[in-house]
């Protein structure tokens, strides 16, 4: 296990922005903010993310070497949260493709990776895991639940913080080694997209279709409605 820093924070705008600029300070790989909450927490496709007290807010920063394969790096974290909550909770969440994790069919997790260069390059991987909320308000409530929603159970937020980074170094280790397909392998094991007809929302339009793998990149394979296969790169998914 390699060593891991850390920080927690109460009430920040967002922990990518923190994280963010600890590492145009130089700060060492594996430094991780943890926040009670965020003003301005930010989601996927210039989405908001509802940051009340109650959920994980936590931004882990990393320099990789292999920073062509970004997509797999959050591949990664989504299955170090799932193994976290599997391990805490005994519980099955699944995985949406890009890296959305989901319980009982709603979103409990989501993953936004960003890169910063600097002298070197830092992936700021941010993961909001809805834990001990309530309730879930916002745009996005419906499809969203909360592990205390789905289970009854209070969780352990600073505890799970720590299981999701030490799992996430189990699999970062695999990535910096470049055994991508240890990962993809096993991401595709949870992944509930794939063999499914879908509907893709994306920058370049909407495509429907059949959902018949990933490549090695963690792009999506879509066969169109035409015939015709797609490649997506980035979008929301909604299963048929
Ligand atoms: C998504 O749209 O699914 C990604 C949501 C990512 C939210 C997390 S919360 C911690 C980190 N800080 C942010 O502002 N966003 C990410």
């Given at each position: 296990?390699?060593?891991?820093?850390?920080?927690?924070?109460?009430?920040?705008?967002?922990?990518?922005?923190?994280?963010?600029?600890?590492?145009?300070?130089?700060?060492?790989?594996?430094?991780?903010?943890?926040?009670?909450?965020?003003?301005?927490?930010?989601?996927?496709?210039?989405?908001?993310?509802?940051?009340?007290?109650?959920?994980?807010?936590?931004?882990?920063?990393?320099?990789?070497?292999?920073?062509?394969?970004?997509?797999?790096?959050?591949?990664?974290?989504?299955?170090?949260?799932?193994?976290?909550?599997?391990?805490?909770?005994?519980?099955?969440?699944?995985?949406?493709?890009?890296?959305?994790?989901?319980?009982?069919g709603?979103?409990?997790?989501?993953?936004?990776?960003?890169?910063?260069?600097?002298?070197?390059?830092?992936?700021?991987?941010?993961?909001?895991?809805?834990?001990?909320?309530?309730?879930?308000?916002?745009?996005?409530?419906?499809?969203?639940?909360?592990?205390?929603?789905?289970?009854?159970?209070?969780?352990?937020?600073?505890?799970?913080?720590?299981d999701?980074?030490?799992?996430?170094?189990?699999?970062?280790?695999?990535?910096e080694?470049?055994?991508?397909?240890?990962?993809?392998?096993?991401?595709?094991?949870?992944?509930?997209?794939?063999?499914?007809?879908?509907?893709?929302v994306?920058?370049?339009?909407?495509?429907?279709?059949?959902?018949?793998?990933?490549?090695?990149?963690?792009?999506?394979?879509?066969?169109?409605?035409?015939?015709?296969?797609?490649?997506?790169?980035e979008?929301?998914?909604?299963?048929?």
């Amino acid at each position: 296990m390699m060593p891991y820093f850390l920080k927690s924070y109460g009430t920040v705008s967002s922990t990518n922005d923190c994280a963010k600029a600890l590492a145009l300070a130089f700060a060492p790989e594996w430094t991780a903010i943890l926040a009670r909450q965020q003003t301005k927490g930010r989601g996927r496709r210039q989405n908001s993310w509802e940051s009340q007290q109650g959920g994980l807010y936590l931004s882990i920063i990393l320099y990789p070497k292999n920073v062509e394969c970004i997509q797999l790096l959050t591949f990664a974290a989504s299955l170090a949260v799932l193994k976290s909550i599997r391990e805490q909770y005994s519980l099955k969440p699944a995985i949406k493709w890009p890296n959305d994790v989901l319980l009982n069919g709603k979103k409990i997790c989501g993953i936004l990776t960003e890169t910063s260069f600097g002298k070197k390059t830092a992936c700021i991987v941010g993961i909001g895991l809805n834990i001990n909320q309530k309730k879930i308000t916002g745009q996005l409530s419906m499809a969203a639940t909360s592990l205390y929603r789905e289970t009854g159970l209070t969780g352990n937020i600073i505890g799970l913080a720590r299981d999701i980074i030490i799992h996430f170094q189990e699999y970062y280790s695999s990535f910096e080694k470049k055994k991508f397909n240890k990962i993809l392998n096993e991401w595709k094991r949870h992944c509930i997209t794939l063999g499914k007809t879908i509907r893709v929302v994306s920058k370049e339009g909407t495509i429907t279709g059949f959902a018949i793998g990933v490549t090695k990149e963690g792009m999506l394979l879509i066969k169109g409605s035409n015939g015709k296969m797609r490649i997506c790169n980035e979008g929301e998914v909604s299963i048929r």
